[in-house]
């Protein structure tokens, strides 16, 4: 399966349509990026059953802003509407597998409860301030 490039008008879309998703944030120049490029082509056509996007980070600026992009590439993995996974740099091809691997064997129920304890204990934190 092929790349799908996002932009700020279906990045949205892609994500709540799919399960899983990978996303390669690159811009041409970069020269990581382009080292990158083809593990990650690669690894769209071992795994078709996941969506395999790319952010052009200099088309792109609002949406790399959004996801406080320092560096590049960075490769994000979403699961259900969750960040499970965000990390620069490119990848070996070895450690893409180990990745995407231990992305699939999260016991989404558990990542989302360890999300809703966290923001509890937040708002628990600064919810006095609040109530007033």
Same mark, same amino acid.
């Given at each position: 399966?092929?790349?799908?490039?996002?932009?700020?008008?279906?990045?949205?879309?892609?994500?709540?349509?799919?399960?899983?998703?990978?996303?390669?944030?690159?811009?041409?120049?970069?020269?990581?990026?382009?080292?990158?490029?083809?593990?990650?082509?690669?690894?769209?056509?071992?795994?078709?059953?996941?969506?395999?996007? /790319?952010?052009?980070?200099?088309?792109?600026?609002?949406? *790399?802003? *959004?996801?406080?992009?320092?560096?590049?590439?960075?490769?994000?993995?979403?699961?259900?509407?969750?960040?499970?996974?965000?990390?620069?740099?490119?990848?070996?091809?070895? *450690?893409?597998?180990?990745?995407?691997?231990?992305?699939?064997?999260?016991?989404?129920?558990?990542?989302? /409860?360890?999300?809703?304890?966290?923001?509890?204990?937040?708002? *628990?934190?600064?919810?006095?301030?609040?109530?007033?």
């Amino acid at each position: 399966m092929s790349t799908i490039e996002l932009t700020k008008e279906n990045f949205d879309q892609v994500v709540a349509d799919s399960e899983f998703v990978l996303i390669d944030f690159w811009a041409s120049w970069c020269g990581p990026c382009r080292q990158f490029a083809p593990v990650y082509e690669q690894a769209s056509e071992r795994h078709a059953d996941l969506v395999f996007a /790319k952010v052009d980070t200099e088309a792109q600026q609002e949406l *790399a802003a *959004a996801f406080e992009i320092q560096s590049i590439p960075t490769l994000m993995i979403i699961r259900d509407n969750v960040a499970v996974f965000a990390q620069p740099g490119a990848l070996p091809e070895s *450690a893409l597998e180990d990745v995407i691997g231990q992305a699939r064997g999260l016991d989404m129920d558990e990542v989302r /409860k360890s999300i809703a304890d966290a923001q509890a204990a937040q708002q *628990a934190q600064g919810g006095g301030q609040q109530a007033q």
